[in-house]
């Protein structure tokens, strides 16, 4: 049976920015991420267009912008609906990058309307969130059958290897996987998913060596100190909530440690900080063993930090005294505070700004790492900076404006005016109707309800005969009934948020979740000084220092080789790299992963057929026969040997069921079944299934009173028989036992037998 795999990189396959990829898996189609830019390209999603409509699936690994920054655009606007499937932490921490991104494009760019804050709501309404290793099977539509499961992928807070099933086939997807264990994050279990069907990686790291964890975190700290020594500020551009996580778990124990917090304030400067570190603080379980036993054990939240201040404004950050440690959104450093404080920052030498990531290609942030380490220099650099930015209204532009302004509050006055006396005309037909009073005497009563508390010496006029004459301005409306009860007036339960004004900071917020965590008030989205947004384009000339200290948490060249050779793919694609790193890991897989049938470097927009044709067919055994089978419980199978033809045949009954139910289309119109065979046709030999370490063996014959020993990878046992595996291209194993025929030998291989199960 052969099962059709088709891949296609929609964008990312060949370059080290934001990534999307089409799996089409037996006609199923999965969309592997979504990124995009911090600048909304519309030219680089355009691919996306064109297949959008069509996903039956979603997979997200990680939550930044890179892996899911398009996916509210392709939901509100390009027709995307579908399942989308992610971790915990991703459905928590991507609204924080998208939320952040899209503030601060709504700040820099006037009038910018390709997303709106309720789209992000509205997209993570289709989000289904796993936990790791949770195995979930799509049982709709073209995805019936298929099996996915997210592991850990140690880069960011739920970042996710997915694993991908049916049938016969696995497949991995694996980018931005990090192996070593981090402050805040364990590493990555690529290593134990070995010997799938088809691996798709990454290499970008794939030509870069990484100093080790203890130089690159003092030459961090010894930069940062000896800047705020010298009275210099220091910016480090991060992420909203990935991998600044690591940053700031490492600042704050630091910090502790040597009692600076007095001295050196630290800044975590974003558009939604307490909330971003609130989300942090209830996802500790997803977090390093470390931080997750000082919880269990002495109740320490790593997150309940006492040395890192959060500001969410510019003007928060004035109140913050000098000198200070400022880590803010985004990396790019075209976007967002850190643009504005780099403008602030680059004309003073004493000031420092240590770049942690190489931000997407042609971003700022990438111009000057390529600056730095090209021309190996760390002040001084002048580089070509596009980017938008606000500046106040002066002259004609700006009286334009306040007459404007003047008009809009004229009319909002008017439309205040007109309600009030549509809430008048509401009141006075409610006193005529419960007082039996003319409309003059209804109107008299009002203004006495409304202005007065007590007696009014000209109120008898307005009284008739045998009235009481009232006190205090109250009166009690008598409900009305029906033969079902009160009748329940619909305006008395208006939704509050209705009435809600455009210009509150509930409007900013949305509707999903972030409506109790974003810190806005009236006095941050009401602009003091009347602005425009303006293109720059300059030679920006930065004076200050400038390092790059890699914090990107990404495995590199050397750790690539090493995991692929214990995962040791049958096929493999790689993506998201350099074309000079995919070819150079490309020639290393080709040369020394044996079992590796094929590696395949992939390009944007060109479809890659991996689809395998194996012996294995999906049959309808009758009840009988099913009963009279004699089964093996094999790990979590139950094996069992059939001697039978594989016959197919025009199945009426397949196809009218497919046809009543479009839903099922797992249903073949070519059913299989199978047919008797001759006894002279059975084969005779047995079938052994498991699999036997070298190692563990060697154990088992040391107990039974044999000498080992292992040379070359072959188990001698009393120096005369030999034990060994041989890998096959096709990913098989053979393992032989050479030896003359004695007691020994048949007393060796007694013992294989025993290891392995017998069909």
């Known amino acids: 049976m052969a099962s059709s795999i088709l891949f296609t990189p929609l964008y990312g396959a060949a370059s080290e920015g934001p990534m999307s990829y089409l799996l089409e898996l037996d006609g199923c189609k999965i969309l592997m991420d979504c990124g995009w830019t911090y600048s909304f390209d519309l030219e680089l999603i355009e691919p996306l267009t064109r297949v959008a409509r069509m996903v039956d699936a979603v997979i997200i690994s990680h939550p930044d912008m890179e892996h899911m920054g398009a996916l509210p655009y392709a939901f509100a606007k390009l027709g995307l609906k579908c399942p989308i499937f992610m971790t915990?932490?991703?459905?928590?921490?991507?609204?924080?990058?998208?939320?952040?991104?899209?503030?601060?494009?709504?700040?820099?760019?006037?009038?910018?309307?390709?997303?709106?804050?309720?789209?992000i709501d509205a997209t993570f309404d289709h989000a289904t969130q796993l936990k790791y290793s949770q195995r979930h099977f799509m049982s709709a539509g073209r995805g019936a059958g298929i099996e996915i499961t997210p592991h850990a992928a140690g880069h960011m807070v739920g970042g996710a290897i997915w694993q991908i099933n049916k049938d016969a086939e696995e497949i991995l997807y694996a980018v931005d996987y990090n192996h070593k264990k981090e402050r805040h994050l364990n590493p990555a279990i690529l290593e134990a998913l070995s010997r799938p069907t088809l691996l798709i990686t990454d290499a970008y790291n794939a030509e870069t060596a990484q100093l080790d964890r203890k130089n690159r975190d003092m030459q961090f700290i010894e930069s940062i100190l000896q800047t705020l020594r010298a009275d210099g500020d220091v910016l480090l551009p991060v992420d909203t909530a990935g991998r600044v996580f690591e940053l700031l778990v490492m600042l704050e124990q630091f910090w502790t440690l040597e009692k600076l917090s007095s001295h050196y304030p630290i800044v975590f400067l974003t558009n939604i900080s307490h909330t971003t570190i609130e989300f942090a603080k209830s996802q500790l379980e997803w977090m390093s063993d470390q931080i997750l036993n000082r919880f269990h054990n002495n109740r320490e939240n790593q997150f309940n930090m006492k040395h890192i201040q959060l500001c969410h404004s510019l003007a928060d950050l004035e109140k913050v005294k000098k000198p200070r440690v400022i880590l803010t959104s985004s990396p790019t450093l075209e976007h967002g505070f850190s643009l504005d404080l780099l403008l602030q920052m680059a004309s003073n030498p004493k000031n420092l700004v240590i770049l942690t990531d190489r931000s997407e290609p042609s971003s700022l942030a990438r111009k000057i790492y390529d600056s730095i380490t090209h021309q190996k220099t760390t002040s001084n650099i002048s580089v070509a900076a596009t980017y938008w930015q606000r500046v106040p209204l002066q002259g004609i532009e700006l009286e334009t404006f306040l007459e404007r302004r003047r008009l809009e509050e004229e009319e909002k006055r008017e439309r205040e005016r007109q309600e009030a006396e549509k809430k008048r005309a509401k009141d006075l037909a409610k006193i005529h109707d419960y007082e039996g009073e003319d409309v003059d005497s209804a109107q008299s009563l009002y203004n006495l309800w409304t202005s007065y508390d007590f007696h009014v010496p000209s109120l008898e006029k307005v009284l008739k005969k045998n009235q009481i004459h009232p006190m205090f301005p109250?009166?009690?409306?008598?409900?009305?009934?029906?033969?079902?009860?009160?009748?329940?007036?619909?305006?008395?339960?208006?939704?509050?948020?209705?009435?809600?004004?455009?210009?509150?900071?509930?409007?900013?917020?949305?509707?999903?979740?972030?409506?109790?965590?974003?810190?806005?008030?009236?006095?941050?989205?009401?602009?003091?000084?009347?602005?425009?947004?303006?293109?720059?384009?300059?030679?920006?000339?930065?004076?200050?220092?400038?390092?790059?200290?890699?914090?990107?948490?990404?495995?590199?060249?050397?750790?690539?080789?090493?995991?692929?050779?214990?995962?040791?793919?049958?096929?493999?694609?790689?993506?998201?790299?350099?074309?000079?790193?995919?070819?150079?890991?490309?020639?290393?897989?080709?040369?020394?992963?044996?079992?590796?049938?094929?590696?395949?470097?992939?390009?944007?927009?060109?479809?890659?057929?991996?689809?395998?044709?194996?012996?294995?067919y999906r049959i309808h055994l009758k009840d009988e026969l099913a009963q009279a089978l004699r089964t093996v419980k094999v790990g979590e199978f139950e094996l069992a040997w059939l001697s039978g033809v594989v016959a197919s045949r025009a199945s009426a009954k397949a196809a009218e069921a497919a046809t009543e139910d479009d839903d099922k289309m797992d249903l073949d119109l070519e059913a299989t079944e199978l047919a008797p065979v001759s006894v002279s046709r059975v084969d005779p030999n047995v079938t052994l299934v498991g699999d036997i370490r070298l190692a563990e063996f060697k154990q088992l014959l040391s107990s039974s009173g044999f000498r080992t020993e292992v040379n070359a990878g072959v188990l001698l046992v009393n120096g005369v028989i030999s034990v060994r595996k041989e890998e096959k291209a096709e990913g098989q194993t053979v393992l032989f036992v050479d030896g003359p025929i004695c007691e020994d030998y048949f007393r060796v291989r007694e013992l294989m037998y025993s290891r392995l199960t017998l069909l």
């Open 88 to 119: 915990i932490p991703v459905f928590k921490m991507g609204q924080m990058f998208l939320y952040d991104a899209l503030l601060a494009a709504m700040h820099q760019r006037q009038g910018f309307d390709l997303l709106t804050l309720d789209d």
């Open 474 to 616: 109250y009166f009690e409306y008598r409900s009305i009934h029906d033969e079902y009860g009160e009748v329940i007036r619909l305006e008395d339960y208006a939704n509050v948020a209705d009435n809600t004004d455009a210009t509150s900071p509930w409007s900013l917020v949305g509707k999903g979740e972030m409506g109790m965590g974003m810190d806005i008030d009236d006095e941050e989205v009401k602009e003091e000084t009347p602005t425009k947004s303006i293109l720059v384009q300059q030679d920006l000339e930065i004076l200050c220092q400038v390092k790059y200290i890699d914090f990107e948490g990404r495995a590199d060249g050397r750790s690539y080789r090493k995991i692929l050779s214990h995962v040791a793919p049958k096929k493999m694609i790689l993506v998201h790299g350099q074309p000079d790193a995919i070819g150079s890991l490309a020639s290393y897989c080709e040369q020394n992963l044996k079992t590796c049938q094929r590696v395949l470097r992939a390009t944007d927009k060109q479809t890659l057929d991996l689809s395998s044709d194996t012996s294995m």
